[in-house]
């Protein structure tokens, strides 16, 4: 009978006084909550199947269900017109598909 050795990698602990460490000089730290949802064109099978599990579950007062996103992201930045011109770039380039999907953004200094 052989040993299985298994090595699990170390999961790095969250410090938050690293974030202040690893501010730059002159920037704020930003929070930024962004919301994706699907376009009110586009269908939304998930948004469908929750709909009749509430409704299976005696929840009628459910009249449209939409399911989203929302993505959290912590930024260094000098201000917040700056925080909100990156939030535009990062959404439009990655983080929604503009041809389906609508988002919208609060951003706060932490």
């Known amino acids: 009978m052989s040993r299985l050795s298994i090595n699990f990698k170390q999961t790095p602990v969250f410090r938050?006084?690293?974030?202040?460490?690893?501010?730059k000089k002159g920037t704020k730290m930003f929070e930024a909550k962004v919301y994706i949802v699907l376009k009110k064109t586009v269908a939304d099978p998930q948004g469908?199947?929750?709909?009749?599990?509430?409704?299976?579950l005696r929840f009628k007062e459910a009249n449209e269900v939409r399911i989203g996103k929302l993505i959290t992201i912590k930024l260094n930045l000098k201000d917040k017109?700056?925080?909100?011109?990156?939030?535009?770039?990062?959404?439009?380039?990655?983080?929604?598909?503009p041809i389906?999907?609508?988002?919208?953004?609060?951003?706060?200094?932490?």
Do not use: G, W
């Open 16 to 23: 938050p006084e690293k974030l202040i460490r690893d501010r």
């Open 48 to 56: 469908l199947t929750v709909k009749a599990a509430l409704e299976s």
């Open 81 to 97: 017109k700056e925080a909100k011109a990156k939030l535009n770039q990062m959404c439009q380039k990655l983080l929604a598909n």
């Open 100 to 110: 389906i999907e609508d988002y919208s953004f609060q951003i706060n200094e932490v």
